[in-house]
């Protein structure tokens, strides 16, 4: 480990004792979230119903602020001068985009129609069937955009290099979408909701990444990198911390009314979406323990692929089938199952670091 390495261990140590209080009963907080967001919906409906409302291109923009709050703290972490050393090692780069799109919407369909056309068979109509799995596959197409910069940070990941993941993984997405959605549906004329990745781009990483450079250049010019590192960034932990939180709290009340009228189909559609995920942790982490990849880079590696870009997927369920069709549903839950199950991967991330290569 060089000195610099020693010292961001030991701001990132900072932060977790500032956070420590959240994440000990990191499970408890996120239990009362969902409960809380629950009944917000149900017995002050007018909160969500206006929050709602304010949305463009299908992407929330309370939510997209709660989300810019949480990576912010990342993107203050991201030193311009080091991403060129992304080039020097390009396993973990490999990882992510042979499993994001080699492997994951295939995955995704296998698995989604093995369930919802098999096992469930008895449970869900044909029509819900076909439906069902075409809002699996638009979630396996879409590998996450925003709240991999969350994990990533969880993880002490290498903010210069997740960045520059993502930012490959959205560029390869603009192209490949739409195809791999019609070779697995065999829906022609897909339509792309192309309003909702670009400002999804501009949302999460543009307006963050260039408020966190000019912060980041500030500050380390006014006071010293020293000062920056060991005073200023600990203190952003508690606020990654409770955006994630907020977020929850949110989701949920907006989708409140759909978990309360169709929990089994709820439960249905969410055995799938978990396996898929922990499968494609599974592969990519385990690709990355093999090859020897440094832990800063094999947990985002490894959770870019296994979350999802839920906005775009959202977007193309509702223009392609409609907003209260079953791909609509399964985008939806998609969402609520996504951020506790991504915070258990998170924290077998940050268990099994000792069997990486710092």
């Known amino acids: 480990m060089t000195p610099g390495d020693e010292e961001l261990t030991k701001v990132f140590d900072g932060a977790n004792k500032d956070i420590g209080f959240f994440e000990r009963y990191l499970t408890v907080w996120v239990a009362l979230c969902i409960v809380a967001g629950i009944a917000i919906g149900q017995f002050i ?16 923009l309370p939510i997209a602020v709660l989300i810019w709050v949480m990576i912010f703290p990342m993107m203050l972490q991201i030193d311009f001068k080091s991403i060129v050393d ?27 129609w093995f369930f919802f056309t098999v096992v469930f068979e008895p ?25 991999v910069f969350v ?20 560029l390869i997405m603009l192209f490949a979408f739409a195809p791999i959605v019609i070779l697995l549906l065999g829906i022609g004329d897909i339509i792309v909701p192309w309003e909702t990745v670009l400002l999804s781009v501009v949302l999460y990483i543009v307006i963050p990444l260039a408020a966190g450079f000019i912060t980041r ?40 009314e759909v978990i309360l009228d169709n929990p089994l189909h709820i439960g249905l559609i969410a055995i799938p979406l978990i396996l898929q995920t922990i499968f494609i942790f599974a592969l990519a982490y385990g690709a990355a323990r093999i090859w020897k990849v440094r832990h800063c880079i094999a947990a985002p590696a490894a959770l870019i692929g296994s979350s999802n870009f839920f906005e775009l997927a959202v977007a193309a369920a509702i223009v392609l089938f409609g907003l209260h069709s079953g791909a609509a549903l399964v985008t939806v839950v998609g969402v609520l199952v996504e951020v ?14 000792r069997y990486f290569p710092e």
């Open 217 to 256: 250049t500030l500050l380390i010019n006014r006071k010293g990198k020293r000062w920056f590192d060991q005073d200023f960034l600990p203190r952003f932990g508690p606020v990654t911390m409770i955006g994630l939180l907020a977020t929850l709290v949110l989701l949920f009340s907006f989708q409140g």
């Open 151 to 170: 994990w990533s940070y969880l993880t002490k990941g290498d903010a210069g290099y997740t960045l520059v993941q993502v930012a490959i993984n959205d």
């Open 340 to 353: 506790p199950l991504m915070l258990a991967l998170v924290k077998v991330a940050n268990a099994t670091r």
């Open 45 to 60: 409906p007018a909160v969500p119903n206006v929050l709602g409302e304010m949305s463009y291109a299908e992407v929330n």
């Open 123 to 147: 449970f869900i109509t044909p029509e819900l069937q076909m439906q069902y799995l075409a809002g699996a596959v638009l979630l396996g197409a879409a590998p996450c955009t925003a709240m």
């Open 86 to 112: 992304v080039r020097k090692e390009p396993k973990g780069l490999t990882i992510t985009l042979v499993v994001n799109w080699l492997i994951k919407p295939f995955s995704m369909f296998a698995i989604a």
